[in-house]
């Protein structure tokens, strides 16, 4: 790439034995012979680096800079200045005053060929921050449709470790499962199906993202949302089953305007269940996924498939309600076996936060 570089100095000997000096250390340079027209330049132009006289006979070239930053099209080019007079004063009121670096004249061929090499390195890495940054949002808000604000800075501020690694933490796991997504997909063609699926999950992250948790796992046409991992706090198992209400009061509006060709209620199935957890990263130094792993992970997915049976929409275990003691309703259900499980655990069915 052959940078270019505008001069603008009312000495025409100057400009072009400058335009030399630059054309030998392989700039393409254009030159403006006031301070008006080098104005005019800068924007019709779009140089890499303006170097701009001083003392010029139709305005000063401190009016030159001022004029360039102030027009966003051209704010970013850095400029700078020339002048016989390098008196403390001027190079300071210079650098203060929208100018990158100060060069002294007469010209000196190795002084200007590093202040130049100095300045187009400096604009380099200030685009590659740009970039940068713009990787960075794409990333975030990538991230953001799966998990919380929290921890998705939390991973670009590299406070969660990136290897092979983990913490047993105290986690409610909560399981969501859309019901009959078979027959959906037959009554609505693949395009529809798929449309109603986004639209559906995108809602439902935004209500799990929206009370802190994060969604871990995409499983079909269901989900596994975890409260409280990587970073805990007192109320991640209220949170999962407010979560879970709004869920709830999220289909009885969805069922008032589904789809004219679904005939029937769209219905659904949540588990919640809350234990210590393996949370950390897991698989390969070549592929690593981010997950939970333990006791409560498969309760909650089982306590998930009994709302089928007990025909409630939210289920719980006793000790996701032992923790929520007196701040929520609940029906003990006439089950004590979770496939899978050796002994009892207490299943309840969720019918009122309190205090709401």
Do not use: W
Not at 118 to 145: A, F, P, R
Not at 279 to 286: D, K, L, Q, T
């Amino acid at each position: 790439m052959k940078y270019k570089i505008l001069i603008i100095d009312d000495d025409e000997v100057s400009s072009l034995l400058l335009r030399k000096i630059l054309m030998n250390l392989s700039y393409e340079v254009i030159i403006a012979n006031s301070g008006i027209e080098g104005i005019n330049m800068v924007n019709t132009e779009l140089p890499d680096i303006v170097l701009c006289d001083l003392y010029l006979g139709d305005v000063d070239g401190f009016l030159v800079g001022v004029s360039v930053k102030a027009d966003p099209v051209t704010s970013e080019i850095p400029l700078i200045m020339m002048s016989a007079d390098y008196s403390e004063s001027v190079v300071v009121n210079a650098l203060e005053n929208n100018f990158v670096d100060f060069v002294s004249k007469p010209i000196r061929k190795a002084e200007l060929a590093l202040r130049i090499s100095n300045v187009l390195k400096m604009k380099q890495k200030e685009k590659e921050l740009v970039e940068l940054n713009l990787k960075l949002d794409k990333e975030k808000k990538i991230l953001s449709k799966y998990f919380s604000n929290e921890f998705v800075e939390s991973v670009l501020n590299e406070e969660i470790p990136l290897d092979l690694n983990g913490d047993i933490l105290d986690v409610t796991i909560l399981f969501f499962d859309l019901r009959n997504s078979t027959s959906i997909s037959e009554i609505l063609s693949p395009e529809e199906f798929a449309e109603f699926l986004s639209s559906m999950f995108t809602d439902i992250m935004d209500l799990i993202t929206g009370t802190k948790g994060s969604v871990n796992k995409l499983l079909g046409d269901g989900l596994m949302a975890t409260f409280g991992c990587p970073f805990p706090n007192p109320e991640d198992t209220l949170n999962a089953v407010k979560c879970a209400k709004k869920i709830l009061e999220y289909f009885k509006t969805f069922n008032q305007f589904k789809p004219d060709k679904l005939k029937d209620e769209v219905k659904f199935g949540i588990g919640i269940s809350t234990g210590r957890v393996f949370a950390g990263n897991i698989g390969s130094v070549r592929r690593m996924e981010y997950t939970v792993l333990g006791e409560a992970v498969n309760i909650a997915s089982r306590l998930e498939a009994i709302t089928k049976t007990v025909g409630k929409p939210i289920i719980i275990d006793g000790n996701t309600k032992n923790l929520l003691n007196g701040k929520i309703l609940s029906t003990k259900e006439d089950i004590d076996h979770v496939r899978g499980k050796k002994g009892q655990v207490e299943i309840y069915s969720l019918d009122e936060i309190l205090g709401e």
